[in-house]
């Protein structure tokens, strides 16, 4: 889950927000009344959001999200009236007065995009055990006898086979053999 900063110019809502939010089971890393408190924050955690209201004592939203690395999204809570004048690009909006599901919602949606976002750690391949390498090996070769197929041909056969009727290699290779009759 990420983590949470939430900036308003009123302490007291900024600590409203990070009650309702860890109620709910958010973990909210600071409450700032300031852009720069935001932006010093923002440095220490790295990737999160910024959950924040217009304008600030030192800043605007804008000059916030300026401020703001990759990583790190923001929503920002404000009037109708103040909405209507956000050029939106890259900023999530929730009109006040708020209504906490869909902030609790909104967020949830903010984490899921940030998680799709990331790049994913690569696994490497688990290693067969020889019986299963004997049962694509043996494939491999039925394959190369019946169809007159290259190994290179014969395996690749086999990787598509898995693929489309998504199956890992080795069941794949059973059900060659099952089919003819080996």
């Known amino acids: 889950m990420a983590g949470i900063i939430a900036v308003f110019p009123k302490l007291e809502d900024a600590k409203g927000i ?12 600071a409450v700032c009344t300031s852009g720069s408190q935001a932006v010093s924050a923002v440095d220490q955690m790295g990737e999160g959001i910024v959950i924040c209201g217009y304008k600030f004592t030192d800043m605007t939203y804008r000059e916030l999200q300026e401020y703001l690395p990759a990583g790190v999204d923001m929503l920002l809570m404000a009037s109708p009236s103040k909405l ?9 909006c929730l009109e006040m007065p708020i ?5 609790v919602d909104t967020l949830h949606m903010m984490e899921m995009n940030a ?9 490497k391949p688990k290693r067969r055990d020889k019986g299963e390498q004997m049962y694509i ?6 394959l190369m006898e019946r169809n ?5 041909e014969a395996h690749h056969y086999i990787q598509k086979a898995s693929m489309d ?6 069941e794949t290779a059973q059900m060659i053999l099952d089919m003819m009759d080996v």
């Open 18 to 29: 990070k009650n309702l939010l860890s109620k709910r089971g958010f973990t909210v890393n």
């Open 84 to 92: 209507s004048q956000v050029n939106s690009e890259g900023i999530v």
């Open 99 to 103: 209504k906490v599901q869909d902030m």
């Open 115 to 123: 998680a799709r976002r990331k790049p994913r750690k690569k696994q």
């Open 137 to 142: 090996d043996k494939a491999k070769k039925l």
């Open 148 to 152: 007159h197929l290259s190994e290179e």
């Open 165 to 170: 009727s998504q199956t890992n290699m080795v």
